[in-house]
C-alpha cells in the first residue's frame, strides 16, 4: 500500500437488515485502517435516503432486505449519486444474485466469508475506479464471458507465434516458436479440473518466469493471495511481489484483467473443456 493510499480514508455506508450482522460489519470496519463508517441503513430505502445525506464514498449493501432490495437501491444510488460507488457484501453469489446486481450498477461484489483484507481491498478498487469482485466471482464472471461467446474463441497474437481456436467445444493450441504443449508433456491440472500449462518462460506470456506463472494461474483459478502463499508454501508479501510484477509484465490493471489475460494467453482452459 503506498503512502497516499496509507492516508486516504473512504468513507462507508453500512446496509444490512439484520442488525447483528451490520454491527457486525460495522464494528469491523472500524478497526481496519483507512476507513471511516459514517452511516448505517436497515434496508434498501434507507440506504438510499442515507446516502443523499451524507455523500459516502462507498456502500457496502447487502442483497435481501426489506421494503427495497440491495439491487433496486443500487440501482437508485446509483442514478441519483454517481459519486457513490457500491460494493455488495451478501451471503449469496448465485448467479440471479451476482448479475442483477452487477446490471443495477455495483461496482464490487463479495461474499460475507470474505476477510477485513478482502473487504478494505475492494473499497479501494471501486474508489480508485476498478472493480472489487472476489476471486470467485471474477472467475465465474469469466465463465459467463467464455459460454456466451458459444465456445467459439480465436487468438491470433503477433508474429503467429501464437494461435488458439475453439470450435464446437474442441480446444487446439499450436505455438510455432519452437514450443508446442498439447503432447502431454507441459500439461497439469490445476484445481476444479482447469488445465494449466505451465514451464520456466511461458512463450508469447511477456516473459512471465515459471513462479509467476503459478501465481498468474493460481489467480485465474479464483485463490486469494492467502491461499496462494498456502499453495506455494510462500509468504502474503511474495506473492504481492509476484503479482505486481506480472501486472507490469503482462499490461494488466487488476486481477479481473489477469485472469481474462491467463484464459487469452492459453494458460488455464474453462473447466469442463479438454485440449486435444
Known sequence: MSEGEATRVV???VADDQAVVREGIVML??????????????DGEEAVAVTGELAPDVVLMDLRMPRCDGVEATRRIRDRHPG??????????DDDSLFPALRAGARGYLTKDAGGEEIVRALRD?????AGLSPSVQRRLLEQLLGRNGGTDRTDRAGGTDRT????????TDRTGGAERTGGTERSESAEGAEVFGGPVVP???GLTERETEVL?????????QEIAGRLRISTATVKTHINNLFA???????????????QHGLVRAPGRRVT
Do not use: C, F, I
Request: hydrophobic fraction near 40%.
Open 204 to 206: 508469447g506470456a511477456e
Open 84 to 93: 457513490t460507488e457500491v460494493v455488495v457484501l451478501t451471503t449469496y453469489a
Open 126 to 130: 471501486v474508489t480508485d475506479g476498478r
Open 11 to 13: 468513507r462507508v455506508v
Open 165 to 172: 481456436d475453439r470450435a464446437g467445444g474442441t480446444d487446439r
Open 217 to 225: 494461474v493460481l489467480v485465474a483459478d479464483g485463490l486469494s493471495n
Open 29 to 42: 470496519l472500524g478497526l481496519l485502517p483507512g476507513v471511516e463508517v459514517v452511516g448505517a441503513a436497515r
Open 249 to 263: 509484465k503482462t499490461g494488466v490493471r487488476d486481477r479481473a484483467q489477469a485472469v481474462r489475460y491467463a484464459y
